[in-house]
C-alpha cells in the first residue's frame, strides 16, 4: 500500500510522471486537474463554476476541491486497495490538511511527496506547444503566466510544508523523461517501512 503526491509548478511533469508511476506500482491515478476538466466537458455544475476559475488560471476554491477529491475517493473502492498517486492535490496547506484527515479516516497516509523540481524558463514553452497540439484551454500565454504566479503565492509554500512532515522527495526534473522517470522510481524504491 502506497500513497504518494506529486507536487510541482505547471507543466513540470506531473502528469505523464504520474501515468508511469501508477503502472510501475499499481497505483490508482487521481488528477484533480482532469477530474474537473471532464466535468467542464460534460457541462456539469461543478464543471461549469470550474471553468470558471480554470480559465483564469485561478485555483478552486478549497472547500468545493476538497470536497471534489473526497467525492472522487469515496468512488474509487480500490483506492485503499492499490494507493493513490495524487496529482494536482493538495495545492494550498488548507488541502494537505484535508488530505492528511481524509487519509487518516481510511486508516492510512502519505508517504511520500516526490517534488518535481524543474527548471523554470522551459515550462512556458512546453504548456504552449501542448495548447496547440492538444487544444488545452488553459494552455495559452496569459493564462500559463497566471498559473505560474497562483503556483508561487499560493502551491510552493507546499513545499515546507511537507519538508517539515519529513515526506518531501525533491527530483531533479530537468532533462528526458525516461531519466526523470528513473530517479522518481529510485527514489520511491528508497522508501523506508512501505
Ligand atoms: P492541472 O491539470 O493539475 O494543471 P497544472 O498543475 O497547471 O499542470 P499541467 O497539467 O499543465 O502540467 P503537469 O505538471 O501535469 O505536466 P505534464 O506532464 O502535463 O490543473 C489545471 C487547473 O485545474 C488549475 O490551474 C486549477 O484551476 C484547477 N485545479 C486542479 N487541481 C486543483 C486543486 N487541487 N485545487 C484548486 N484548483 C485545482 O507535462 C506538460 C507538457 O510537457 C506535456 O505536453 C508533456 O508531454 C511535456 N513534458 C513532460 N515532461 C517532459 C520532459 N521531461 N521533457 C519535455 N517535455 C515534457
Ligand atoms: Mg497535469
Known amino acids: 500500500m502506497l500513497n504518494i503526491v506529486i507536487f510541482g509548478a505547471p507543466g513540470s511533469g506531473k502528469g505523464t510522471q504520474s501515468e508511469r508511476i501508477a503502472a ?16 467542464i466537458a460534460r457541462r456539469t455544475k461543478l464543471g461549469i463554476i470550474a471553468d470558471s476559475y480554470i480559465s483564469k488560471g485561478q485555483l478552486i476554491p478549497d472547500d468545493l476541491m ?7 475517493l469515496d468512488n474509487e473502492p480500490a483506492a485503499a486497495q492499490s494507493g493513490v498517486i495524487f496529482d494536482g492535490f493538495p495545492r494550498t496547506i488548507p488541502q ?7 487519509m487518516e479516516e481510511h486508516n492510512s497516509k502519505v508517504h511520500a511527496v516526490i517534488g518535481l523540481e524543474v527548471d523554470e524558463n522551459c515550462l512556458m514553452q ?12 488553459d494552455d495559452n500565454e496569459e493564462t500559463i503566466k497566471q498559473r505560474l504566479a497562483v503556483y508561487h503565492q499560493q502551491t ?18 530537468n532533462g528526458s523523461i525516461d531519466d526523470i522517470f528513473a530517479r522518481i522510481a529510485r527514489a520511491i524504491d528508497a522508501l523506508p517501512n512501505l
Open 126 to 137: 512546453r504548456m504552449l506547444l501542448r495548447g496547440q497540439q492538444e487544444g488545452r484551454a
Open 96 to 102: 494537505a490538511k484535508a488530505l492528511k484527515i481524509m
Open 66 to 72: 476538497i470536497k471534489v477529491l473526497a467525492s472522487v
Open 24 to 39: 510501475r506500482y499499481g497505483l490508482l491515478h487521481i488528477s484533480t486537474g482532469e477530474v474537473l476538466r471532464e466535468h
Open 156 to 173: 510552493s509554500p507546499l513545499r515546507e510544508y511537507y519538508i517539515a512532515e519529513g515526506k518531501y522527495c525533491g527530483i531533479d526534473a
